[in-house]
């Protein structure tokens, strides 16, 4: 086994180059589709997306997990400058493309390549690695999940590092049997030179992608208005963030994935405390909503009980629902039993009893009545400052923009 690793890492092998061109290639891949899925969604509509560990293919029990990665704070820069702000995996797309072409190069030079190529393609080549790690830390402990196109872009970065890695351990071996010089050694000043090359290729895609994405706000705040604000028998759910400077009243159903991904989405961008919230509780659950001919998230109408049963700890219930979302949706599958002992088990009996009080039954009704005599949509989450409602593209990918541009001391 150790002379075969010896031959793979010999001066004249192919083996370390060949494996960081298809690590590039992998990333320049994956990369790629993650910068059209957020690219295409620029026209403010939704698409599917490429969520797959295998090229071209879509998966979609796994698209949430894609596009919530895709929503978050973290997959873009620059976001309160320009709507939906700069995918980082356009960096990627960049940088992936430059060590595609340098490893081609090294792969054809062979043992003719210079000690200080090599150095500089192992020390360089670790960097996508190092990046992924640091978006797996943040997917695990942030997110939640793994977003496939991005599990694929991993691992391009780890097989790009191997391949690296072992070109410079090939620097071992300075000279042929017949002990002369295998590689000459360059010039180390020309590394300079090729950090400036990374740089302008990394930079690139970023630069024309900048100057091509539309301005959005002729469309910002554009999709209707409340007829009214007023509560005044006080029903709605009210909570003060901190450092609260704008008013928002927030439709939401406590068993919604998207209302739990915009929570998030607001946690992450650090404004949710500056917001004073008034929450109208709209469960997309047919057994005491209406609107609906069937049910769209079962037991949406308990856990929203317990919402208003939380009292000066709503929010605290409302984020344990968001927290537990997925458990709390598969007991409200099994039916009400399974939900109800969910709830006994975290908030006790008093939850229960007050659950089945004919008053928590009238006061969720006064929230949906709410949410139809001001002619708001039958769909979750929703935000409106003040009186004026968000689009729902401006709630998710454009959300820190739009907020600059329509409420901008909340984002300072």
Known sequence: MAQRF????????????????????????????????????????????????????????????????????????????MWG????????????????????????????????????????????????????????????????????TYIGSAMLAAGSGMGLMALGSKQSPDGSEVRPQGNLALAGVWVLVLGVVTLLPVGVYAASVPDH????????ELKKLDDPQNMLVRFRGARAVQPALFVEDPLCPTCKAFHERLQGEAVLDRFDVTVTLFPLDSSCNWMLTEPLHPGACTVSKAVLCGKERALQVLEWAFDNQQ?????????????????????????????????????????????????IPVSTPQIYLGKRRLCDEDSDLGLRYTLKQLAPEVVR
């Not at 340098?102 to 080549?125: C, D, I, K, P, W």
């Not at 706000?217 to 209707?224: A, E, I």
Request: hydrophobic share 45%; glycine share 8%.
């Open 85 to 152: 702000g700069i995918p980082i995996s356009l960096f990627a797309v960049g940088a992936f493309t430059f060590f595609a072409a340098f490893a081609v190069y090294l792969l054809l030079a062979r043992a003719r390549a210079s000690r200080s190529q090599v150095l500089f393609f192992a020390l360089t080549g670790m960097t996508p690695l190092l990046v992924s790690i640091v978006m797996f830390i943040i997917s695990v402990t942030k997110l939640g999940g793994f977003c496939l196109t991005c599990v694929g």
């Open 327 to 375: 458990r709390l949706r598969d007991a409200g599958k099994r039916g009400e039993p399974a939900l109800r002992g969910e709830i006994s088990a975290q908030w006790g009996q008093g939850m229960l009893d007050c659950i089945d009080s004919r008053e928590t039954k009238t006061r969720l009704n006064k929230h949906l009545h709410f949410a139809a005599e001001n002619g």
């Open 6 to 81: 010896d031959l793979m890492t010999a001066p004249d092998s192919r083996v370390p180059a060949a494996t960081a061109l298809v690590g590039a290639l992998l990333g320049l891949l994956f990369s790629s589709y993650s910068s059209l899925d957020y690219a295409e969604h620029l026209d403010r509509r939704i698409h599917d997306m490429h969520c797959s560990i295998v090229p071209g293919v879509g998966v979609t029990d796994k698209a949430d997990a894609c596009r919530a990665a895709m929503y978050s704070s973290y997959s873009s820069v620059l976001r309160d400058s």
């Open 217 to 224: 706000r002729p469309f910002l705040g554009q999709c209707g």
